[in-house]
């Protein structure tokens, strides 16, 4: 099995590779928690329960004796209680459907997106998104920023969320022109976006792509004034047996290619039997190549 590690999480044997790729994470994920370290090195792991819940406490433990030990640096212990990572979204009277809203855009311009801040904002966000998004709620992978989508009139449309990139997805990697060592160093230079819901009752022509230029303005400065740590791509996956990427088209984000069917964070080929999704990235630089090949 493993070579060259007596390190063991759960019983199971950590191999040099994954203690690699484990400071590669640490190393990339700058800005976040240990408590998200842990849950992004479960979700590439799949160290999880067999409830499905991330085996997050052990997982923090395990990397705080590895940081004691010296192979890996963490950040800084944040003050208060960990987070714990939802095993289950609450159903609740504020996230039930509402009457149907609709109309031609420019009447609910300007739109703003209202940044999850408080637990209560958290729960709900969690909620609709659980709800209404095809995919429903799941830890995000890494670093991540959530949003409400307002009308001029404050009334709630939506629901976004940008997280950190995939792994390895060759047709973009091939865009990109970038080698692994590259890819290592400049990976949270990318940012995806991995949830994006307007609400079933809400029916606004071109509202999507309104929303999605407004994000293009907004997340560069959010993300770095969260991370430290300025995006130059933004990405997104678009399952193609269910959408087509209309909007994303109209915002004029690339189509680089499609997965080959696995998570975006599979970095052993073996999740298999997922649908193939359609890779579109928007660069926010003119030299975003060589800024990641950098």
């Not at 940008?162 to 060592?181: E, H, L, Q, V, Y």
């Not at 926010?284 to 090949?293: I, K, P, W």
Request: with cysteine.
């Amino acid at each position: 099995m493993a070579e060259g590690t007596s390190e063991r999480f759960c019983g199971y044997h950590v191999s040099d590779r994954e203690i690699d790729d484990i400071r590669e994470i640490v190393s990339s994920c700058n800005g976040i928690s240990r408590t998200e370290l842990a849950n992004t090195v479960c979700e590439l792991f799949e160290w999880k329960r067999p409830t499905g819940k991330l085996k997050t406490v052990e997982c923090r433990q395990f990397l705080e004796d590895l940081h004691n030990k010296g192979i890996i640096s963490l950040p800084e212990r944040r003050a208060g209680r960990p987070a714990q990572v939802r095993a289950k979204v609450k159903r609740t009277e504020n996230a039930k459907r509402s009457k149907e809203i609709s109309g031609p855009v420019k009447q609910f311009l300007p739109l703003s997106l209202i940044r999850i801040e408080t637990k209560a904002q958290r729960d709900l966000w969690c909620e609709y998104v659980d709800r209404y998004h095809y995919l429903g709620y799941r830890t995000p992978f890494g670093a991540q920023l959530r949003y409400f989508v307002e009308s001029r009139n404050e009334r709630r449309l939506g629901c976004l969320q940008f997280s950190s990139p995939g792994w390895k997805m060759a047709a973009r990697d091939k865009w990109i022109g970038w080698n692994d060592t590259m890819r290592k160093r400049n990976l949270q230079m990318v940012v995806n976006n991995s949830r994006f819901l307007i609400f079933p009752w809400v029916r606004v022509k071109n509202l999507a792509s309104s929303i999605l230029a407004l994000a293009i303005r907004k997340i560069p400065d959010d993300w770095e004034k969260q991370y430290g740590i300025r995006p130059v791509i933004l990405e997104t996956l678009v399952d193609q047996s269910r959408y087509t990427g209309t909007c994303y088209k109209a915002s004029n984000w690339i189509h680089v290619g499609t997965t080959a069917g696995r998570g975006r964070m599979d970095r052993h080929h073996a999740r298999h039997g997922q649908s193939p999704k359609e890779i579109y990235v928007y660069p926010l630089t003119s030299r975003f190549r060589e800024e990641l090949r950098g």
